[in-house]
């Protein structure tokens, strides 16, 4: 058992196609706070969290982002943007969407603010929800 473990921590995907702390965030999937949340937890995890969205999603994003740094857990390392190439299923051709990507990293206290947060039994970093 051992062993298969190892073999699956070694185990590595090509390029850029798959990261462990990458967040593919959809504005109808899902509701806002699931993201938050899930981002605070791989950042706890792996120290950062990408978030990537396409089209209408990226102002979703963007909400997400903001919430996190206002609440001094994140910081934003690393933006991008580019414009990707879409199947539209229903009418059979490809369509140029919008593609943002955004690597934050955890803020000096954000393990402080994580554990007041788990302290006082929200566990959510002190966000508030309207």
Known sequence: MEQITEGVN????????FKKNRIQVSNTKKPLFFYVNLAKRYMQQYDEAELSALGMAIPTVVTIVQILKNNGLA?????MTSMVDVEDESRGRLLRKAKIE??????E??????AAAAQRGDGDGGEEQS
């Open 109 to 114: 206290n954000f393990d402080e603010l994580m």
């Open 75 to 79: 910081v934003e390392k690393k933006i």
């Open 102 to 107: 955004i690597l934050l990293g955890k803020t």
């Open 10 to 17: 070694n185990l590595s995907v090509a390029a850029d196609s």
